[in-house]
T-cell receptor, first 115, second 115 residues
Framework: AQSVAQPEDQVNVAEGNPLTVKCTYS??????LFWYVQYPNRGLQFLLK??????LVKGSYGFEAEFNKSQTSFHLKKPSALVSDSALYFC?????????????FGTGTRLQVFP | DAGVIQSPRHEVTEMGQEVTLRCKPI?????LFWYRQTMMRGLELLIY????????DSGMPEDRFSAKMPNASFSTLKIQPSEPRDSAVYFC?????????????FGPGTRLLVL
């Protein structure tokens, strides 16, 4: 079965430091990978996606993610964290197995950026 | 554009009552999705529509749940009768085309509490 894993429930980082939010996936075929962010009491907002092409994908708010096929990872990164980046981050993968087509979301990683 | 609009934002009801959640997708979007978010199960796809036609309802928990999309600008998710385990945040999302390789735009959600 297709799946996506976010191994960290929470990531803490000081403002101005680089941040990484980890995501690994398991799919058959070429993966379609996404990152979404959820602020308190809000719906999910799209950050970036990888469909094909360059392994480094740039997205909204200065975020980027690197697709690594050999490690089956799609980690989210930002060179310099802001307090306003504090939110819940979801990695997702498209699942087209067994006569289905949907996004499978990870369990989420809460990012806390401290001033 | 106002984005995806959901109503009500909060709903408190008693077990056994009928609950109707409403969604207005972004104008021109062909796809509409209903998701449920809980602490235990994370974010789950319940059902999605393409051009007002239900495509996959395999995520609908049981017969108590039903969804309709009578036209391109309106969808409902109904729970009858409601149970305490239905308490969750329900999100509606829409995408322009291409279903799960395209960006999904989420509404703010309806927080449902069934007592």
């Amino acid at each position: 079965a297709q799946s996506v894993a976010q191994p960290e429930d929470q990531v803490n980082v000081a403002e101005g430091n680089p941040l990484t939010v980890k995501c690994t996936y398991s799919v058959s075929g070429n993966p379609y990978l996404f990152w979404y962010v959820q602020y308190p009491n809000r719906g999910l907002q799209f950050l970036l996606k990888y469909i094909t092409g360059d392994n480094l994908v740039k997205g909204s708010y200065g975020f980027e993610a690197e697709f690594n096929k050999s490690q089956t990872s799609f980690h989210l990164k930002k060179p310099s964290a802001l307090v306003s980046d504090s939110a819940l981050y979801f990695c997702a993968v498209r699942d087209r197995s067994y006569n289905t087509d949907k996004l499978i979301f990870g369990t989420g990683t809460r990012l806390q950026v401290f001033p | 554009d106002a984005g995806v609009i959901q109503s009500p934002r909060h709903e408190v009801t008693e077990m056994g009552q009928e609950v109707t959640l409403r969604c207005k997708p972004i104008s021109g979007h062909d796809y509409l999705f209903w998701y449920r978010q809980t602490m235990m199960r994370g974010l789950e796809l319940l059902i999605y529509f393409n051009n007002n036609v239900p495509i996959d309802d395999s995520g609908m928990p049981e017969d108590r749940f039903s969804a309709k999309m009578p036209n391109a600008s309106f969808s409902t998710l109904k729970i009858q009768p409601s149970e305490p385990r239905d308490s969750a945040v329900y999100f509606c999302a829409s995408s322009l085309t291409g279903a799960f390789q395209e960006t999904q735009y989420f509404g703010p959600g309806t927080r449902l509490l069934v007592l």
